[in-house]
């Protein structure tokens, strides 16, 4: 049984940090590619970071390059997203997606909200 669960969320006030992180099991993690998405209020969703098998790659959405830093933990099964200088832009739910070619298991989200 595939599960992928994030967790971390939570309120935070504008230039602050979380740490997002998604536990995965019941498939091969380390042949996944892992994303975070992010879907605001009223727009679309937004691919935040992508981070290849081994690691060793992370891209990132312009909106968040230099302030969100992705990483994984092949051992763990786990990965995480760094998230600095935080914006009330960045207000949104965020979830976790395990990628094989067009593929993708999704965990259920984690809500990040920032404001004073």
């Known amino acids: 049984q595939v599960q992928v669960v994030e967790s971390g969320g939570g309120l935070v006030q504008p230039g602050g940090s979380l740490r997002l992180s998604c536990a995965t099991s019941?498939?091969?993690?380390?042949?996944?590619?892992m994303n975070w998405y992010r879907r605001a209020p009223g727009k679309e969703r937004e691919l935040v970071a992508s981070?290849?098998?081994?690691?060793?790659?992370?891209n990132y959405a312009d909106s968040v390059k230099g302030r969100f830093t992705g990483s994984r933990d092949n051992a763990k099964n786990t990965v995480y997203l760094q998230m600095n200088s935080l914006k009330p832009e960045d207000t949104a739910v965020y979830y976790c997606?395990?990628?094989?070619?067009?593929?993708?298991?999704w965990g259920q989200g984690t809500q990040v909200t920032v404001s004073s």
């Open positions: 997606t395990a990628q094989s070619g067009p593929y993708h298991y």
């Open positions: 981070i290849t098998p081994n690691g060793l790659i992370t």
């Open positions: 019941g498939f091969s993690f380390s042949r996944y590619a």
